[in-house]
């Protein structure tokens, strides 16, 4: 963890969630801002079709962790959303929510994405973003990754224990980034009947559209580019958006390090990803 995500520590774990809060759960690049703006279309186009041109997304759908000196913190920003439902985002692993979104039955949405595009994100990410530590080169990043020595802690734990979590606790959505690449209507779909949304094909088809990556990365209200904490010069925050851009990064050796060490760490799970061959 950096400060940026402990400082305000107290109020985020007795931040008082309602039962009709949405929670966005995430490892950082898994399709947060995907999924946050999808759902934020799905509840809100019709609605309040302003927003979507006055307020950029990351205000829309508050960090709840994030404490950025100078700037009102996510727990406050959530604190002072009017909408219903207020659709907040996370990516604290799943034993660090705060409790009053279980006791209040929250819906969560979580996305995980597979580990080596994730890892490839997370390092450009990281280079471009002055919240984050320093990547350093890729290999030792690659080896941090699988050591777990990142902010938010290890990929591993995050995907599984959040996967573990659903089994016991019905109300949580665990979608793929890989699903929703493949067929974003599909997954729209499901969003829909997860959240009892009867929204007519017409919108949906509206939203697709909307939250296509090239349009997204148009969009300066969801592409970040108002986020002064990041600087696009040295890569973009919408980057390729991609299934398998980690064979432009990984070595064979270190594929096949990597491949032998995951077998070891998800050897009890039933969490499977899709292979990439
Ligand atoms: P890449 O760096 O691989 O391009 P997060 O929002 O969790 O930070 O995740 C960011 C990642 O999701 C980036 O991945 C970004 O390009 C990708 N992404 C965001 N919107 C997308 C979309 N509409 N389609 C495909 N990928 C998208």
Known sequence: MVHYFTDNWEKIQNFKARPDDIL????????????????????????????????????RVPFLEITIPNQSSGTDQADSLDTCPRLIKTHLPVQLIPKSFWEQKCRVVYVAR???????????????????????????????????????????????????????????????????????????????????LTSTTKEKDQINNLVQFDNMKKNEMANYSTVKAMDFKISPFMRKGKVGDWRNHFTVAQNEQFDEDYKKKMKNTTLQFRTLV
């Not at 399709?31 to 006055?54: A, E, K, N």
């Open 114 to 196: 597979n580990a080596k595009d994730n890892a490839v994100s997370y390092f450009h990410f990281d280079r471009m973003t002055c919240v984050q530590p320093e990547p350093g080169d890729w290999n030792s990043y690659l080896q941090r990754f699988i050591d777990g020595k990142m902010v938010f802690g290890s990929w591993y734990d995050h995907v599984t224990g959040w996967w573990e979590k659903k089994h016991s606790h019905p109300k949580i959505q665990y979608m793929f980034f890989e699903d929703m690449v493949e067929d974003t209507g599909r997954e729209i779909n499901k969003l829909c009947s997860f959240l009892g």
């Open 24 to 59: 966005i759960a995430t490892y950082p690049k898994a399709g947060t801002t995907w999924v946050s703006y999808i759902l934020d279309l799905l509840y809100f186009s019709q609605t309040q079709p302003d927003r979507q041109t006055s307020t950029p997304l990351n205000d």
